[in-house]
């Protein structure tokens, strides 16, 4: 008979690594099922020139460091090595590449079909994260703008973009760094719903990680919360923004109403062509596989108590942002979800 595992993890990036670190301390048998073909998770898949908003020891996993790097911030090749060696460190028992296709629960024993075949456990941790969800507004006019569109989440580098007119969408971090490069190669324009806000020069992701764990800790104590000295969603400054500022670049056109054939028409009226889109815009939650056994809603997030599913017994969610945890979409926040996540699953189990 096929071997029914106590705990499957769906997802083989830093989420269900830190699972994976609690889970070996235990006596459970485990297996990550991991959709890349490598190592690293979706930091395999974003832009080039993307860094940490922290200094590696800020950004590390439960149990090792990351090593520290010579120039400030880790890059992106920095993190996945770091992710690559702390899954070879700790001989985690990781299967790749597998595509999570279908889950099915049958007298308790969950049934995973996948592109390799059939998987059963008696829990499953689902650490999807959001990249595979990038979302895009429908706005009028979209199915008819002739340009390139690609989400940040297919974005790489400027290699396609020299010397094009280039309308950049979204005032969040991915926006301001993404324009702050795109703005170097060609002629860019930013539309925004609202103006951009800034975080002082000296933040970084140190103290918004201090930030929401006070928060954290006070609701866990039943406190009340003050008010939060920064705003976690403004932009942080990293270097590059910071550069793009001094060449006057960071500065929004405000929002357009719809698109035409070429370009976009301003909420003046103004028309302005453009080359290609870059949606900047966020991400769902990437739980579809979990359609058959749970309730996501449009935006693929689901009911917990912490990170356990309330209508799903035996399944947890970890690493995809508030609602499952402070932080837990971060390198260093996701440790406390998942030290507890296991805890809640050797308890579960004995029971």
């Avoid at 499953?124 to 002739?146: E, H, L, N, Q, Y």
């Avoid at 500022?245 to 500065?251: A, E, F, I, S």
């Avoid at 017994?313 to 996701?334: D, N």
Wanted: contains cysteine; glycine residues 10%.
């Amino acid at each position: 008979m096929a071997e029914v595992y106590d705990v499957i993890i769906i997802g083989g990036g830093q989420s269900g690594l830190a699972c994976a670190y609690y889970l070996r301390r235990t006596k459970l048998n485990y297996l990550i099922l991991d959709e890349q073909e490598n190592c690293g998770g979706a930091w395999q898949k974003t832009w080039d020139s993307l860094r940490l908003f922290s200094p590696a020891d800020h950004s590390s996993l439960p149990g090792w460091l990351m090593p520290k790097n010579e120039d400030g911030f880790p890059p992106k090749d920095h993190v996945i090595n770091y992710l690559c060696k702390y899954e070879e460190r700790y001989e985690f028992s990781v299967k790749r590449p597998v595509k999570v296709e279908n889950i099915i629960k049958e007298a308790g024993i969950f049934r995973i079909k996948t592109s390799a075949g059939e998987f059963s456990a008696k829990t499953v941790i689902s650490a999807t994260g959001t990249w595979k969800a990038p979302f895009i507004p429908k706005i009028k006019g979209i199915d008819i703008f002739r340009g390139k569109q690609i989400h940040s989440a297919q974005y790489r580098n400027t290699a396609d973009l020299e010397n094009k007119n280039v309308l950049i969408i979204g005032e969040g971090n991915s926006g301001a760094q993404i324009l702050a490069e795109v703005s170097k190669a060609a002629n860019t324009s930013w539309a925004t719903l609202k103006d951009p806000e800034y975080l002082p020069d000296d933040v970084d992701g140190r103290i918004l990680f201090n930030v929401a764990t006070a928060k954290y800790k006070a609701e866990k104590e039943g406190k009340k919360f003050k008010p939060e000295q920064y705003n976690l969603g403004n932009i942080v400054m990293v270097p590059t923004v910071k550069e793009a500022r001094k060449r006057g670049v960071l500065k929004s056109k405000g929002s357009f109403t719809e698109f035409t054939e070429n370009g976009v028409i301003w909420e003046n009226g103004a028309k302005e062509d453009f080359d290609a889109v870059i949606w900047c815009t966020g991400f769902h939650y990437a739980t579809g596989h979990l359609n058959n056994i749970t309730y996501p809603d449009a935006k693929g997030k689901i009911k917990t108590d912490g990170t356990r599913a309330k209508s799903t017994s035996g399944l947890w969610l970890v690493g995809y942002g508030g609602w499952t945890g402070y932080a837990s979409a971060t390198l260093i926040g996701v440790g406390r979800s998942a030290r507890s996540t296991v805890k809640e699953i050797t308890e579960f189990l004995e029971d």
